[in-house]
C-alpha cells in the first residue's frame, strides 16, 4: 500500500510537469544597448533558443526560405545606422532537411549587434522589430515578429561606467525584468535552503546523523582521505537534489505553462490534493516509504568503502530520508513548477546544500557531535507544525480555482476562518492539548517551545479582525483581495484609508457607463473602473482623462499585495480616484466571451475566446510584457506617457509614477 501511494504521488508530480504546455515560443529575446562613445552605441540582440530548435542566420541564399532573421528599425532623423547587424556567435552551416539546402543555423544562444550614430541631444527611443522563423528537426514555426524598443538619454547613459549602460526589460518566457527575475529567485533559495534545514529536523533524519558520523570514522587514521570523503558525501547529496530540479526544471518549460499551471483548475486541483497528502503524513496519517529494494541496493554499495562508497552513502542517506524530506521536496516542485522554468532546479540546488550542510561539517569535524541535542519527541513535533503549515498554505490551489472560475465559495473571511483555525490548533498542539499517533508524552512546556506558542496565537489574534474587514497588510498576498469580503464593518470605499477619500467629489469618480463583467470582476478599495480595454479608452476620450492600465491576475500574489499595500495608501486612492480612468485587465480569467468578441492575436495568429486570453494578448501585443502586475499610464490613444511599473512596494515611487503620468498628459494636452 505504502508502495502504491509513492508511486502514484510520484506519478502526478512528473504528469504535472509535463502537461498543459501547447503554445511553442522556442526562442525567447532580451535586448540591450552597449555605450562605444563618440555618440555611437551598439544595440544588441540575444536569442535564447530552446533545445533542438535552432534559428536562421541573417544571411540566408536568395532570401530564403527559409526566411533570414532580420532587424527592421523605424524610420527616425535622430539616429542613423552604422553597417549592417552583425552575428557576433558563430553559427554551424548544416544541411538542413526541411529546405534541402546547406543553411547556416544557431542553437541554445544567437547574439548580433547593430552599431548606431546618435543624431541629437535629445532622448528619444529607438523602436522596431526582428522577424525570424525556428526549426527543430520535425517541424517549422511560421515567421514570427519580436517587437524591441531602446530608449536613448544620453545624460544616464553617460553616468554608466563602461558597456551594458542601459538594459531593456528582459521578454523571456516569464516576463519579468531581470531585477524582478533576480530577487524572485534569490527569495526562493533561501526559502528552499530552509526547507533543507526543516527537513533535517525531523524524526527520520535527524538520528541519522550520528550513523553518518560513525560511518565517516571507520578507518580514518589518514585525516585527508577521511575529509575528501566527507566532501564527497555531501556533494553527492546536491547532486541528487539538484538533479531532481533539473528533471523538473527540463519538463516544465514551454511558453503558457506556467499561466496554464497557475490557473487551469486541473493542475490546482492536484496541487491540492498533493499537499492535503502531504500534510496528512507530517500529522501522522501514513509514512512516504520507498521500495526497500532500492534502499537495499544502494546500501550495499556503501558497505564497499572508498570514495564511491561516500557517494553511495549520500544517496542512501536522500532515499532513506524520504518518507520525511519527500512532502517537502514535492511542496517546493509544485511551488517552483508555475515559475521560470529555472526555478526548480534553484530550488533543489538550495534544499540539497542546506540539508547536506549538517551532515558534511559533522562528518568533516565529529567532536562537534557532542554539542547535538538528543533526539526525542521535538522531532516530530517539528514534522507536525509542518504539516499545519502545509494545510494551510495548500488551501491557495482552491482559493485559485475559485477566484479564476468566479465560483464564490472561498470569500475572504471564510479563508481566513480556516486560516485561524488550522493555526488555532497549532497553537493547542504546541502546547501539548492535541497529540497525535508518534507524539510522546509532554510532561512540561519547555521556554522556545512557549515562544513559539506565543508568535502562532499572536498570528492567530491578528488574523481575527481581517474577518471582519481590516486589510491584513503583513499578508495581503496570500490571502482573498477586500473585494471578495462578504462581511465588512468599514464602508468599501474608504477601507485602508482616512476621511480623505471622502472628499472626493462623486462626479470626479462618475463612469460614463456600466462596466461590463463588473458582476464579477472587482476594483480594491471601492474604486470605480472598467474590465474591457475598448470600453475604457472610449471613457477616457469622453472625459479626456490619462488612463491606468492595471494588468492583473487572480491568482497574481504580487497583484494583492500591492493593491493591501500601495493602493491603500489614501494619497494613491485619491489620485486614482480623481485623475485616471482605471481599467482593470485579468489577464488569467477564463470566462468565455461571445463569438463576436474573440480576437484573433497579431502575436501568434490564433483566436482568443476568453476575457484572460484577450487582455494578455493586448499586455503583449502593446506592452511586450506578459508579467503581473504591470502597470501602464497611457493617453486616450493608447500610448505610453511614462516608462511603465511592475511590483515595487515603494509607495513614494508609485505615487511619483502617477505623478508623472498626470504631468505627461497635461504637457500632451495644452
Request: overall charge negative; some cysteine; proline content about 4%.
Amino acid at each position: 500500500m505504502r508502495r502504491k501511494v509513492f508511486l502514484l504521488i510520484t506519478a502526478i508530480i512528473l504528469f504535472s510537469g509535463i502537461s498543459f504546455s501547447q503554445v511553442l515560443d522556442p526562442v525567447k529575446w532580451d535586448f540591450k544597448i552597449e555605450t562605444l562613445g563618440d555618440d555611437e552605441y551598439e544595440l544588441v540582440f540575444v536569442a535564447s533558443i530552446d533545445e533542438t530548435w535552432h534559428l536562421y542566420s541573417v544571411d540566408i541564399e536568395d532570401g530564403g526560405p527559409p526566411i533570414p532573421t532580420s532587424f527592421n528599425f523605424e524610420e527616425s532623423d535622430k539616429f542613423e545606422l552604422v553597417g549592417k547587424v552583425i552575428e557576433l556567435t558563430e553559427g554551424e552551416v548544416v544541411h538542413d532537411v526541411s529546405f534541402d539546402k546547406d543553411l547556416k543555423l544557431f542553437s541554445e544562444k544567437a547574439i548580433f549587434k547593430q552599431k548606431i550614430k546618435v543624431l541629437t541631444q535629445e532622448a528619444f527611443d529607438i523602436k522596431g522589430y526582428v522577424e525570424f522563423m525556428c526549426c527543430d528537426d520535425e517541424r517549422c514555426l511560421p515567421p514570427t515578429e519580436a517587437d524591441f524598443s531602446f530608449s536613448i538619454n544620453k545624460e544616464n547613459l553617460s553616468k554608466e561606467s563602461g558597456n551594458d549602460a542601459l538594459s531593456n526589460t528582459d521578454t523571456s518566457d516569464t516576463g519579468k525584468s531581470k531585477k524582478e527575475s533576480g530577487t524572485s529567485m534569490l527569495g526562493f533559495f533561501l526559502l528552499a535552503m530552509l526547507s533543507g534545514f526543516a527537513g533535517i529536523l525531523t524524526p527520520c533524519v535527524f538520528p541519522m546523523i550520528p550513523m553518518t558520523v560513525a560511518f565517516f570514522s571507520q578507518g580514518s587514521e589518514n585525516r585527508g582521505k577521511a575529509i575528501l570523503k566527507g566532501l564527497i558525501f555531501g556533494f553527492s547529496i546536491i547532486l541528487i537534489y539538484t538533479s531532481i530540479g533539473i528533471i523538473v526544471s527540463l519538463t516544465s518549460a514551454g511558453a503558457g505553462f506556467a499561466n496554464n499551471l497557475s490557473t487551469h483548475w486541473i493542475p490546482n486541483l492536484i496541487f491540492f490534493i498533493l499537499f492535503m497528502v502531504f500534510a496528512a503524513s507530517f500529522l501522522g496519517l501514513f509514512d512516504f516509504v520507498l521500495p526497500s529494494n532500492l534502499v537495499n541496493k544502494a546500501d550495499k554499495q556503501a558497505d564497499k568503502g572508498g570514495y564511491v562508497a561516500a557517494f553511495f552513502m549520500g544517496l542512501t542517506t536522500v532515499l532513506v530520508s524520504f518518507s520525511c524530506t519527500g512532502p517537502i521536496v514535492g511542496a517546493l516542485l509544485v511551488e517552483a513548477a508555475s515559475g521560470e522554468v529555472i526555478k526548480p532546479t534553484i530550488g533543489m540546488f538550495g534544499f540539497g546544500l542546506a540539508f547536506a550542510l549538517p551532515f558534511t561539517l559533522f562528518a568533516i569535524f565529529p567532536s562537534w557531535m557532542s554539542k547535538l541535542p538528543k533526539s526525542g519527541g521535538w522531532l516530530n513535533a517539528v514534522k507536525v507544525v509542518l504539516g499545519f503549515i502545509v494545510l494551510a498554505f495548500g488551501m491557495k490551489f482552491l482559493l485559485t480555482i475559485d477566484l479564476s472560475y468566479h465560483i464564490g465559495i472561498f470569500t475572504r473571511d471564510v479563508y481566513l476562518a480556516i486560516w485561524i483555525v488550522i493555526f488555532t490548533l497549532m497553537g493547542f498542539y504546541l502546547l501539548g492539548k492535541i497529540k497525535f499517533s508518534h507524539d510522546s508524552d509532554l510532561p512540561y512546556v519547555s521556554f522556545w517551545r512557549l515562544m513559539l506558542v506565543i508568535v502562532v496565537f499572536t498570528f492567530v489574534v491578528y488574523l481575527i479582525p481581517g474577518m471582519f474587514g481590516a486589510p491584513l497588510k503583513a499578508i495581503s498576498g496570500l490571502i482573498p483581495p477586500m473585494d471578495k469580503q462578504s462581511f465588512n464593518l468599514e464602508q468599501p470605499a474608504s477601507t485602508n484609508s482616512n476621511m480623505l477619500i471622502s472628499e472626493i467629489s462623486d462626479d470626479k469618480a462618475e463612469l460614463c457607463g456600466e462596466p461590463k463583467y463588473a458582476d464579477f470582476l472587482h476594483l480594491p478599495h471601492g474604486l470605480k473602473g472598467y474590465f474591457d480595454y475598448q470600453q475604457g479608452m472610449d471613457c477616457a476620450k469622453k472625459q479626456n482623462k490619462p488612463v491606468f492600465l492595471d494588468f492583473k491576475g487572480h491568482a497574481c500574489s504580487n497583484c494583492k499585495e500591492m493593491e493591501g499595500k500601495v493602493w491603500s495608501d489614501p494619497r494613491v486612492l485619491l489620485k486614482l480616484r480623481e485623475e485616471f480612468i482605471i481599467i482593470g485587465l485579468y489577464v488569467d480569467d477564463r470566462t468565455k466571451l461571445p463569438e463576436n468578441e474573440w480576437v484573433t492575436s497579431g502575436v501568434d495568429g490564433k483566436v482568443k475566446k476568453t476575457i484572460g486570453k484577450v487582455n494578455a494578448d493586448i499586455q503583449v501585443s502593446m506592452f511586450q510584457m506578459n508579467s503581473q502586475p504591470y502597470y501602464v499610464i497611457v493617453d486616450k490613444d493608447g500610448n505610453s506617457l511614462v516608462e511603465p511599473m511592475g511590483h515595487n512596494l515603494d509607495i513614494e515611487a508609485f505615487l511619483s509614477f502617477l505623478d508623472d503620468g498626470i504631468e505627461a498628459y497635461k504637457k500632451e494636452n495644452k
